[in-house]
């Protein structure tokens, strides 16, 4: 049995989220706090080791389905303008977040980013896309600031 990139990529990545998970374990658990400083790090460690493991798991079954004299596909075009334009964007963000505050920035970068990624040609796609602008910025902004009392960004010109 041979394996492919993605195989390799999911084994790596499984291998780094299992080492690191079991570190998670070590760290200092408070006493008057349920959720310690590793509760996070193991949500996020069980769902890459999870997904690495489904990555493997369609890798090798792909190539069991795929017959051997079959040509290569053709590669994908690159789009280099496309990589830079997301780069100035979450720059963008960057500078935005500590002028607008982080409910009005991240709408505006959820939005921006779905936009140069596949723009909406309809009224339709567009109330879609600022449904998700704004479903992303209230259902992370209660998370953390809520949930997690994790302190979020205001905005020093909306204060909000």
Do not use: H
């Amino acid at each position: 049995m041979r394996l492919g990139r993605d195989s390799f990529a999911g084994l790596i990545f499984l291998a780094v989220s299992l080492a690191l998970l079991v570190q998670s374990f070590g760290l200092p658990q408070l006493p008057l706090v349920p959720v310690g400083p590793g509760f996070y790090p193991r949500i996020v460690l069980i769902f890459m080791a999870v997904t690495s493991a489904t990555l493997i798991v369609q890798d090798l079954l792909a190539r069991r389905a795929e017959p051997a004299d079959v040509p290569a596909p053709a590669q994908p075009q690159r789009a280099y303008g496309l990589v830079a334009l997301a780069f100035v964007i979450v720059a963008l963000y960057l500078v935005l977040l500590p002028l607008l505050g982080y409910r009005i920035a991240t709408v505006l970068f959820v939005a921006a980013l779905q936009a140069i990624l596949e723009k909406p040609t309809t009224w339709r796609q567009w109330a879609v896309l600022a449904a998700i602008a704004i479903g992303t910025s209230a259902v992370t902004y209660l998370v953390f600031e809520r949930y997690l009392s994790v302190l979020l960004p205001r905005g020093s010109w909306t204060n909000w």
